[in-house]
């Protein structure tokens, strides 16, 4: 079956120029834009419409500027010197200035306009004669991007607005947001129509019912705790997301990877582990393609056409710190520490010695010739990062099934939990607790952004944990000599984390153009 990336160079100019080139959601929809009723026709059409949505430049600058600094320097996985607004992150001082959160807020709602464009283009042009599954399934590809997207502005925000018809705001343009219980309903609303109209097979690269199932269970749980700050959760949501990860892990037929190592590689791109991933190609443009290896360590011997790394990234003492011996497979495939040999970068020359203090491995690909790509470029990598992955799911799953509990020896819960850990080649456990979730959840899926995540969903229902455990953190880069670890200067004095720390200013340039921002949300349901 053919790659995604097939069709996607050739419909995404033709989504640019009908979403046009948006640099805020308020902004208006263009006038000469090509017209839907000479698209939309049939259902390769549909398909070329949502090969669109998973990657191009909505996606290439979230991905370059917020991805690892949200989910990674947020919440103490890592740590960026000399870009002032990624030590704001570290030491808790965002300002609504910030152009990391800026950009966070603008890719997802520019994602978020493409993905309206098409599943109202499809309602409103697509013919009767195209198949209603084909029309159903083609719109939940997209109803599953803008539930993630939603999702994803959930989290960091809490109330913003919804907008399902970006063509409305030539009217109205001033939006009120809306309570946060009713975004993760309309993202919870979004990934279930997915759940129901996705295939549980596709092409490589394209979600299915099982992505939106995952999904679907993060979400559940993580708003299981919304309101609920006396630390026990809603047990509705619990159970619901119980139920879809539980599908996932037992009915899908997917497996993990073998090779922890593997999953990160291009020639495992949008392997079984795979549930959402962006899908890039080589010779993208400035923000529009896949620029996570300029935050390689390396130097012009592993990086594509002799361009070395600009942007250095290094794990924190406290990240360092957690992997054990016995766990050092996830962490050589994470973070690269002086002596680590990789075989696969530069393998042309016999591989790659790592011969700096610490610095980033994960998403570290290698040259042209390490993957096949004679015209990659250092901000066009090849590599398929996933956002969602079967462990993932393993590990909400034994969440979900945590529950309220203070420890829980289930034996559903703690077989999802030791797939990972014997994927890894850790020992099993016999029981586990929400610090032994979140530490697995942390080391399994350190640099994917998603500990912050993680971080806020504790919030909810347990504030005074989650401070502790930011407020505990050694937000520092450090040097290794004879096996002594020896802490660098910090980025920035970090404020001590509070309650407030875990929800950000709307960026002051929306305010601006849309002064209800700055009023209480309202209700959407």
Known sequence: MRSILDKLIVFLLITIAMTGCSKSFLDRPSESQISADNFYQTSNDLRLATAALYAGSPWGDWNYTCYLPVGEVLSGNMAVGYWGDAVQLNTFTVTGLNEIMISNWKGMYNIIAQCNVTINSIAQKAPASIPDKDKNAASAEARFIRGFAYYNLAVLWGAVPIIEDNTKLIENPLVNRIKTEDVYKFAINDLTFAAENLPTSDAAGRVTTWSAQGMLSKVYLTAAGLNHDGGTRDQAYLDSARKY?????????????????????????????????LQWAAGATW???????????????????????????????????????????????????????????NAAGGGYKYTGDCGLKKHIIGTNKDNNAPTMTLTSSTEHNALLRLADV????????????????????LLYFNKVRARAG????????????????????????????????????????????????????????????????????????TIQS????????????????????????
């Open 245 to 277: 990860a539980g599908n996932v892990c037992k009915n899908s037929g997917l497996a993990l990877v073998t090779n922890y190592a593997d999953i990160f590689k291009t020639q495992f791109n949008d392997n079984s582990e795979s549930l959402f991933a």
């Open 287 to 345: 923000l529009e393609g896949n620029m996570l290896q300029i935050y390689s360590p390396g130097g012009t011997e592993i990086s594509a056409n002799g361009q070395a790394g600009w942007f250095g990234i290094r794990p924190t003492i406290d990240m360092y710190q957690l992997y054990t011996t016995a766990d050092s497979m996830r962490r050589k495939a994470t973070f690269m520490i002086n002596g680590d040999y990789y075989p696969e970068l």
């Open 394 to 413: 393993y590990l909400i799953y034994a969440e979900s099934i945590l529950g309220n509990n203070g420890s829980n020896a289930d034996g559903e819960a």
């Open 426 to 497: 850790i020992a099993p456990a016999s029981m586990i607790d929400i610090d032994t979730l979140i530490n697995e959840r942390r080391i399994e899926l350190a640099a994917e952004g998603q500990y912050w995540i993680d971080l806020v969903r504790l919030s909810y229902y347990n504030p005074a944990k989650a401070i502790s455990k930011l407020n505990g953190e050694q937000r520092v880069t450090f040097s290794i000599s004879n096996g002594v670890v020896t802490a660098a200067d910090p980025y920035g004095d970090v404020t001590p984390a």
């Open 502 to 525: 875990f929800s950000f200013p709307i960026p002051s340039s929306e305010i601006t153009a849309n002064p209800k921002l700055s009023e209480p949300p309202v209700s959407y349901y």
